[in-house]
């Protein structure tokens, strides 16, 4: 089955960077847009950013200029470069990814979530 792997979360100084990363794997024959989310403690999830299939990117006006989200086709993979980040960036990261199955179809996955903490 389809599942998304993610990595890179950890603690890190304000004005720091941490790179995330999200592997698919599986019995994957497509997929369109990719993207991070996150959910801080109290919070609802929200977009972080995405990007589709064709390259075309949305960001969060809160991390504009400072994110930037990037895809290896070729590896089913994303990624979310962080730079000069924010304690109010601390927030558990979630991979989303809509990808097509021949058994399913086209679906809606997430990741398990990945912890990045923004404190001195």
């Known amino acids: 089955q389809v599942q998304l792997v993610e990595s890179g979360g950890g603690l890190v100084q304000p004005g720091g960077s941490l790179r995330l990363s999200c592997a698919a794997s599986?019995?994957?024959?497509?997929?369109?847009?990719m993207g991070w989310y996150r959910q801080a403690p109290g919070k609802q999830r929200e977009l972080v950013a995405r990007?589709?299939?064709?390259?075309?990117?949305n960001y969060a006006d809160s991390v504009k200029g400072r994110f930037t989200i990037s895809r290896d086709s070729a590896k089913n993979t994303v990624y979310l470069q962080m730079n000069s980040l924010k304690p109010e960036d601390t927030a558990l990261y979630y991979c989303y990814a809509r990808i097509y199955s021949m058994t399913t179809g086209w679906q809606d996955y997430w990741g398990q979530g990945t912890q990045v903490t923004v404190s001195s």
């Open positions: 990007i589709t299939k064709g390259g075309s990117t």
């Open positions: 599986g019995s994957i024959f497509d997929i369109d847009v």
